[in-house]
């Protein structure tokens, strides 16, 4: 760094005293740039918008299906639509009281389940460890992981929108489609009545 290589020269013909008063300037300017550069090298972890809806395209181990995410913190809620190939469309609406709906109008099957935790906040990337980049396809990537391995999760460098995420079980997302800000109409988030019926054609285990 040409400011930190300076200050050897001078050091030639001075006191110690001016010495230490016109090199405690540059010394600390060459920390800050060092730490700067340091900070750098692990960018922070994308933060996702509050309503957006993605496009993705879902393999589980070969078993291909387009999926419509919508995301929707300020209602607390998050729908995956999944095309199933040549097949019908498995909605599965989640809500931040920690109950999910999974049902298939076509087949008039529902299936409720309660989980844990509501959905995910915008900032959930956050203390994810870093790994580095990749290229996905066409798109230099950052890569994080979290909750030891259990997702790991490709951004582009540049624009910071998610470029694919994969699960521990082997399950990936290639986004192909990222729009902040759009969403479902109201009517599509709700349950059909007969999710609510006790006599309901459930779904099976296997979703």
């Not at 994810?128 to 030891?148: I, N, P, R």
Request: proline share 5%; aromatic share 12%; net charge negative.
């Amino acid at each position: 760094m040409p400011v930190c290589m300076c200050m050897a020269q001078l050091r030639r013909g001075m006191r110690c005293s001016d010495m230490h008063a016109l090199l405690m300037p540059i010394y600390i300017l060459c920390l800050v740039m060092g730490s700067s550069a340091s900070l750098g090298s692990k960018p922070r972890p994308p933060v996702w918008p509050e309503t957006f809806h993605a496009l993705a395209v879902q393999d589980r181990n070969g078993s291909l299906a387009l999926v419509d995410l919508y995301y929707e913190w300020s209602k607390g809620r998050n729908a995956n639509l999944i095309h199933k190939q040549l097949g019908t469309t498995l909605f599965d609406i989640e809500y931040n009281n920690k109950t999910s709906y999974y049902f298939d109008r076509e087949l008039g099957t529902c299936k409720q389940m309660d989980f844990e935790v509501g959905i995910l906040t915008p900032d959930w990337l956050a203390n994810a460890t870093y790994l580095g980049t990749e290229t996905v396809d066409t798109h230099e990537a950052h890569v994080w992981t979290k909750s030891e391995g259990f997702i790991k999760y490709w951004a582009d460098t540049q624009s910071g929108l998610p470029v694919r995420w994969r699960f521990f079980d082997g399950a990936q997302f290639e986004i192909m489609a990222f729009r902040e800000g759009e969403t479902l109409p109201d009517e599509e988030w709700q349950a059909p009545d007969y999710c609510f019926k006790q006599n309901q054609k459930r779904l099976p285990q296997q979703l």
